[in-house]
């Protein structure tokens, strides 16, 4: 079982947010090893663990991971700062 980190404060905006634990409770949600998610992102399932520890990434990982696990994290991150989800508006 993956160890959930406490959850951190981002001093920018005050949100408290941790990705990895976000991840980390999606792939248990999907009941998907890290090995799985691994393989899906192209890296090492020891990088997969780092991920899950850490508070912040990059957003092309986290575009990949989305992908991979057909989440959108961006959107979490969206409610997490009050903002309501974005209206796509055609011009």
């Not at 691994?38 to 780092?50: F, G, S």
Request: hydrophobic fraction near 40%.
């Amino acid at each position: 079982m993956i160890a959930q980190p406490a959850l951190t404060t981002t001093e920018e905006c005050g949100v408290k947010v941790h990705i990895g634990s976000l991840i980390g409770n999606e792939l248990r949600r999907q009941r998907r090893p890290a090995a799985w998610l691994a393989q899906e992102i192209c890296c090492d399932r020891t990088n997969v663990y780092k991920i899950l520890r850490k508070g912040s990434i990059d957003t092309e990982l986290l575009c990949r991971i989305s992908i991979a696990l057909n989440h959108d994290f961006f959107a979490d991150f969206q409610s997490a700062c009050g903002f309501a989800k974005a209206r796509r508006k055609d011009a």
